[in-house]
């Protein structure tokens, strides 16, 4: 069985066509630049990699192209479109209207139209990706496989705000979550890593990228995770200020003549490690301006470090317990110093990393950092959300 999965963006459309039977990658690729001028494709199949330059007015046109590579002589893998068996796309929001994969039909495209504002950002290009792949693949089987869904067992105390209750069952405002399809996998990879019955498990697992979450995963089950109604919440991200006190994003609405909509997008786009250090977003960059000194950077890393071991702390309370820590993503596969400055003052907890271990370069194998006397055993895990997102479509159909 081979299942193509479909990750849109509003320019930009990643694809890659799974073999099941070996959840091997058989071709993948990225399309960009959609719907402005200078459209590329970037396809890699066959150990070889295959660029095509070509205006991409729409995402119709960008499937229509992905396919047309995918069956191509040189860059092909399949004969035909019919080797598809089906596709699955990623969803960033749910709402309350799926709690799990769900398989694409007229109706669920009206649900998915009606709560497109709850992720304005990501759920309007899904559609349009969506759409333009039952328009050229038409009666093809899809799914659509959402961010959300794991964490859809989280305990009604655990996802509510507190504000009145008969406004979360009318507007649904609520906490979401974020980022489910990777503490999914990554939770699940530790279990089978260690060897031990997911049932068995209490895990904390910290997705940290450029967008950031945190989950408490306990017998396989999300308890809780640090996004909210948005990603906006949590800890601090490369742009996005994390948490914070509404009342004070209101006053600095109002100081800075910032209507409520300016107010979010200053909250996503210029806060966080930018905000704070002045220099970037990227950790990388971030990490290097602090060991030449830089103070800001120094603090913006110091920041995320701090919250990140505050929730780390907060979720081994909910879960009553902890057996295992999981670092996954760009900045948690690649940044020692940030998992070392996440962890750092926890070894009363019996969470001792060792130093040397974590230096470890990223091989996009699972690795076990924790020192030999460690009560909790600490993993890096590359993350890999297509596979999950394939897994999810073949166990639908
Ligand atoms: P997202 O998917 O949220 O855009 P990623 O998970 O790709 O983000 O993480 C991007 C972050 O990871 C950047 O801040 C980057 O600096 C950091 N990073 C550190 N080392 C690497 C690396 N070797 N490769 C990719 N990203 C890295």
């Known amino acids: 069985?081979?299942?193509?999965?479909?990750?849109?963006?509003?320019?930009?459309?990643?694809y890659q066509l799974i073999n099941m039977e070996t959840e091997s990658v058989v071709?993948?690729?990225?399309?960009?630049?959609?719907?402005?001028?200078?459209?590329?494709?970037?396809?890699?199949?066959n150990g070889k990699e295959f660029v095509v330059e070509k205006e991409l007015p729409n995402h119709t046109e960008a499937i229509a192209l992905v396919l047309a590579e995918l069956v191509d002589g040189e860059a092909g893998v399949i004969s035909s479109m019919d080797?598809?068996?089906?596709v699955g796309h990623r969803v960033v929001a749910s709402g309350e209207a799926f709690d799990r994969t769900t398989l694409v039909t007229d109706e669920v495209m009206k649900t998915m139209d009606e709560i497109a504002e709850l992720a304005p950002?990501?759920?309007?290009?899904?559609?349009?990706?969506?759409?333009?792949?039952?328009?050229?693949?038409?009666?093809?089987?899809?799914?659509?496989?959402?961010?959300?869904?794991?964490?859809a067992t989280m305990p009604e105390y655990a996802y509510l705000y507190a504000i009145d209750y008969d406004d979360y069952k009318q507007y649904k405002v609520r906490k979401y979550g974020a980022h489910g399809t990777s503490h999914k996998y990554v939770s699940g990879a530790a279990a089978e890593y260690l060897g031990k019955a997911p049932e068995t498990l209490k895990i904390v697992t910290c997705h940290l990228g450029n967008g950031s979450s945190i989950s408490a995963v306990d017998g396989g089950k999300c308890i809780d995770t640090t996004m909210g109604f948005t990603p906006l919440a949590g800890v601090p991200m490369g742009t996005r200020s994390g948490d914070i006190d509404y009342a004070a994003a209101e006053f600095l609405c109002r100081k800075k003549g910032m209507s409520m909509e300016e107010g979010l997008t200053y909250l996503n786009k210029k806060c966080g490690m930018l905000g704070v250090s002045g220099v970037s977003s990227d950790f990388r960059d971030l990490t290097a301006a602090s060991e030449q000194g830089n103070a800001r950077a120094k603090l913006a890393l110091d920041m995320f470090a701090y919250s990140c071991k505050k929730y780390v702390g907060a979720y081994m309370a909910a879960l009553g317990g902890l057996d295992c820590i999981v670092f996954t993503a760009g900045v948690g596969e690649?940044?020692?110093?940030?998992?070392?400055?996440?962890?750092?003052?926890?070894?009363?907890?019996?969470i001792r990393?060792?130093?040397?271990?974590?230096?470890?370069?990223?091989?996009?194998?699972i690795h076990d950092l924790s020192a030999a006397d460690s009560k909790v055993k600490i993993l890096v895990i590359p993350?890999?959300?297509?596979?999950?997102?394939?897994?999810?479509?073949?166990?639908?159909l």
């Open 334 to 350: 690649n940044t020692p110093s940030v998992r070392a400055a996440v962890l750092e003052g926890l070894e009363a907890f019996g």
């Open 383 to 396: 993350t890999n959300e297509e596979l999950v997102i394939a897994r999810e479509t073949a166990a639908l």
């Open 1 to 14: 069985m081979k299942i193509l999965v479909i990750n849109a963006g509003s320019s930009s459309l990643k």
């Open 121 to 151: 950002l990501h759920n309007p290009a899904a559609i349009l990706g969506i759409n333009a792949c039952r328009a050229v693949m038409p009666g093809k089987k899809m799914a659509l496989v959402f961010d959300t869904s794991f964490h």
């Open 83 to 86: 080797e598809i068996d089906a």
């Open 353 to 365: 990393m060792d130093a040397e271990k974590n230096l470890q370069k990223n091989d996009g194998k």
């Open 27 to 45: 071709a993948k690729g990225t399309c960009e630049r959609i719907g402005i001028t200078g459209g590329k494709l970037t396809h890699k199949a």
